[in-house]
């Protein structure tokens, strides 16, 4: 066991979930507060590293699925976790022996946790994406090959769906319309794996970085913007205020864009951001200065918390970083998957420190 | 209720008490200020006392009388006279994973709450019912927690699509218990279940409160032979009547900003300009649009506990008149700290020992107060903290501008004489007539509004048909508020598309507008029996299981 996640730590992970969430995911705040009464009920959950599980230990990847606004009204009741796991093991006909969260970015970072501790399992120190994406298939585990299927789904009445998909497209169809009629939101499980697996298949150590991005963000005295950025070797693209939000929702995403304009140092700058529930892209004057896959994080210039892209606002004094991805979604699939073309950019992805590199 | 002619006007902040009587042609016929007092019943009756002593006035004349206060968030922080609340949600099977009040502070739960449940029911975004309503449920608890319960607090999830839920639920609470206040969470906050069910809860914990200030209110006019009909401002600048103001007091709740912008507007015949309201001890800056405060997309914490009730989006900065300056180690201090309003003592100018922000805009020539000589041998410290004062201000109102361009700035407030003519990005600062008065006359010019915020979904009437039905309702609710329903508008109009669903449901937000009416009680009805007509209406239209 690498450590327990008391209610501390667990704040600092929310802080840090924010950070990897790249604007999107969804406000971490939910999440954490279904952790901390969780824990408080029925003990802190154990963070283990996939070294640490037998080979053939089964892994269950899960989180929410649906409409954020759905998810800060109805929110779950709590046992979803603890019944996607009862109908993997009935399916499989294997025992389910950690939780992993499917995306560490936003609230999907914590939600496993409130799961895990109910049902008295450890999480899995990995997940299947090291920030947010929007759709099932835009996972580690699809890149290495492993089938999404069985995919189970869930309401908090007991309303249960066992999916099997011929691909992580239709699996992304069919539990997008499933979501809707449950009413907006559900609880699913997708690309089950063995420990075996899972340690070439996912992002790993990503709950002990979002962890320490949130630790290095409040124990750093007078700076935690740096302090963050040197933590985890970020790179500052501009220092400013929001000067300008456009957004709209089109076929079930936001879309839009953000001004940054700089000040101090920076006056005379100005950053746009072009986002898709996540921040995709970061250009200056037609220039790029990082795109997905690599995470482009809008802070808090005072405080280095993260904010999302349906809290940017006029205004907001704000420090825009980017750093790099798992090495993973640079690969060939990955940069198909999640590269800048994936989102209908038609520009090749260049990593953020060539980038940065060019420009210096 | 009688035809508008002269108004009243109260604000309550944190440093005065300021009351203004305007006569039917808009004008300031008097005006008055007295320091507030602790328990703020006298300062009210003081200013109102004081301003009909005014040679100009005929107290016969005053018709209504609007008051503002802050007065309700400082109860929560200092859980004083607070109500002790029975707190339902309705929402079960859902929602178990975050129990009522779990992230409020243990102390102000332990003050407010006599118990909590979350019954099965609620509604589904779609307008489905999420499960059906337990009532045996709601009346078991009742019957467990109802004998120590000052109040209800009902919070049903999706409220905001539908809240027939909520309205059933209130009815079994008066079955059970009778008379009691009631709150329901869709008369009171939007999307965002936690945040509107902490704002239901507040709202039955200040009922209290609200009563000690109407009666005060009343008593001390009543002292003078007075019946006018009484309003109370709210978050938006708008008014509500006393007996909304009753049951919905936590709306009233960021009342102070709100009636100066909307002061600051009227004053300067202005309907869109940046506002800057400089008290004894602290700085709003607010921005005005189409008259009304802008608000702020997020939402607030009152006494830590998270609500997402619209409030004026305002930057807030510890910059006042009374703001004391002394040097320290890394040389000029300006603030936090204040002298309030003992600054008739101890400023430099009016006789007293301590530097103040007042003092400096003296020594720079901005204020002609006091004995001017005295603020000679601190001149260097005090052009040094105004200095340092001009930056914080002008950073403050950088934070709201939208738009690069050079705006106008109001500058209303007892303190804004410490405000500069030359702030960058500003083309002109505008001083008002009565700026010292402006939140007080913002109370008293205020209109009546009623608002809607829900999720719709577009159904066989298409989205015009939609749109018209918030319309209708948000019309309904502003002369149910007390509105003349000749002056009724919308002015304001929000869509927002729910994001990663497929389907065709907006968030609309519409908030109408109109003057002081004639009978508000009337319509109050009409509006009730809208509800449950509304509630009919909403009837799921697919079962649950």
């Known amino acids: 066991m690498k450590r327990l996640l008391d209610p501390d730590t667990l704040r600092a992970l929310a802080r840090g979930c924010a950070v990897l969430g790249a604007g999107g995911g969804g406000d971490p705040y939910l999440g954490l507060l279904q952790a901390m009464q969780a824990t408080e009920d029925f003990g802190p959950v154990a963070l283990v590293d996939l070294d640490d599980l037998p080979d053939d230990a089964l892994i269950m990847p899960c989180g929410g699925i649906g409409a954020p606004t759905v998810s800060i009204e109805k929110i779950e009741n709590g046992d979803e976790g603890a019944r996607l796991r009862d109908h993997l093991e009935y399916v499989t006909g294997r025992k389910v022996a950690a939780v992993m969260a499917c995306e560490i970015g936003g609230a999907n970072g914590l939600l496993p946790i409130a799961w895990a501790a109910g049902m008295g399992l450890p999480l899995v120190d990995a997940d299947g994406m090291g920030r947010a994406f929007p759709e099932v298939p835009q996972v580690t585990m699809h890149l290495a090959g492993i089938s999404p299927s069985p995919a189970v789904m869930t309401d908090e009445r007991g309303n249960l769906i066992v999916f099997r998909a011929i691909s992580g497209h239709w699996m992304e169809r069919l539990e997008r319309a499933a979501a809707v009629e449950f009413g907006g939101a559900a609880s699913s499980t997708e690309f089950s794996l063995t420990a075996a697996q899972a340690r070439g298949a996912t992002v790993r150590n990503s709950v002990s970085l979002a962890i320490r991005i949130g630790e290095t963000a409040v124990g750093a005295a007078g700076h935690p913007v740096a302090a963050l950025i040197a933590e985890i070797g970020a790179f500052r693209l501009v220092t400013g205020k929001v000067s300008d939000v456009e957004r709209r929702t089109t076929r079930g995403f936001v879309r839009g864009s953000v001004i940054v304009e700089g000040l101090g140092g920076d006056a005379g700058r100005l950053i746009r951001l072009e986002l898709q529930n996540e921040n995709l892209v970061a250009l200056e004057r037609g220039q790029i200065l990082a795109s997905v896959p690599d995470l482009i994080s809008v802070l808090d210039s005072e405080t280095a918390d993260a904010i999302v892209t349906e809290r940017i606002r006029y205004g907001q004094r704000v420090t825009v970083i980017a750093f790099g991805c798992d090495p993973v979604w640079r690969t060939e699939r990955g940069i198909a998957v999640a590269g800048p073309r994936a989102f209908g950019y038609d520009f090749d992805y260049v990593p953020v420190e060539e980038l940065a590199g060019a420009r210096a | ?545």
């Open chain 2, 1 to 545: 209720m009688p035809a508008p002619d002269c108004r009243l006007g109260i604000d309550v902040g944190g440093t005065n008490t300021d009351a203004v009587i305007m006569d039917n042609a808009d004008r300031v016929i008097a005006k008055a200020k007295v320091p507030c007092t602790p328990d703020i019943t006298g300062g009210i009756t003081a200013a109102i006392d004081t301003v009909l002593r005014s040679p100009a006035v005929k107290p016969q004349r005053i018709t209504h009388v609007m008051l503002g206060t802050t007065h309700a968030t400082n109860a929560v922080l200092e859980r004083r006279k607070l109500r002790r609340v029975a707190v339902i949600r309705l929402g079960g099977p859902a929602t178990h994973s975050i129990r009522p009040m779990f992230e409020w502070p243990p102390d102000l739960a332990d003050a407010v709450s006599v118990g909590a449940t979350i019954v099965d029911g609620g509604i589904e975004f779609d307008g489905r019912d999420l499960s059906p309503l337990d009532t045996d449920a709601i009346a078991r608890f009742l019957g467990r927690v109802g004998d120590a319960a000052q109040g209800v607090a009902i919070t049903s999830v999706f409220a905001p699509v539908s809240p027939r839920h909520e309205l059933l639920a209130a009815e079994i609470v008066k079955r059970e218990l009778g008379e009691v206040h009631v709150s329901l969470s869709h008369e009171i906050g939007s999307i965002g279940l936690l945040e509107r069910e902490n704002a239901t809860i507040l709202n039955g914990a200040l009922a209290g409160v609200a009563r000690d200030v109407a009666d005060a209110m009343r008593g001390a006019l009543a002292a003078h032979q007075l019946r006018p009909a009484t309003f109370f401002a709210q978050n938006d600048g708008t008014l509500m009547s006393l007996d909304h103001a009753l049951r919905y007091p936590v709306l009233t709740i960021g009342s102070g900003p709100a009636n100066s912008i909307r002061g600051a507007a009227f004053l300067t015949d202005t309907p869109d300009s940046l506002v800057v309201d400089v008290g004894g001890t602290s700085t709003d800056v607010g921005v005005l649009v189409n008259g009304f405060p802008r608000e702020s997309s997020l939402g607030v914490e009152i006494g830590g506990v998270r609500t997402n009730f619209r409030m004026p989006d305002l930057v807030t900065i510890a910059l006042g008149g009374g703001t004391e300056i002394s040097r320290g180690p890394d040389g000029v201090r300006v603030g936090p700290h204040s002298v309030g309003y003992l600054i008739q003592r101890d400023a430099l100018v009016f006789g007293g020992q301590i530097p103040t922000l007042t003092d400096g805009a003296v020594a720079a020539g901005r204020a002609a107060l006091g004995e001017p000589q005295r603020v000679v041998p601190y001149r260097q410290l005090l052009t040094e903290a105004l200095g340092r004062a001009d930056v914080m201000l002008a950073d403050a109102i950088d934070r709201m501008k939208t738009s690069k361009g050079d705006r106008a700035l109001i500058a209303v407030g007892g303190g804004s004489i410490l405000v500069s003519d030359r702030i960058p990005g500003i083309s002109e600062v505008v001083r008002p007539e009565h700026f010292d008065a402006a939140n007080a006359v913002g109370a008293a010019i205020a209109s009546v509004s009623g608002q809607v915020d829900r999720i719709f979904h577009i159904g066989p009437a298409g989205r015009q048909g939609m749109l018209d039905e918030a319309c209708d309702e948000a019309r309904e609710r502003a002369v149910a508020a007390g509105a003349d329903p000749r002056t009724v508008q919308i002015v304001e109009m929000e869509e927002i598309p729910l994001a990663y669903l497929n389907s065709p449901a907006i968030r609309v937000r519409v908030k109408a507008a109109g003057a002081l009416g004639g009978v508000p009680e009337q319509h109050l009805h009409a509006h009730l029996a809208r509800q449950t007509r509304l509630a009919a209406l909403t009837e799921p239209t697919a079962p649950s299981e």
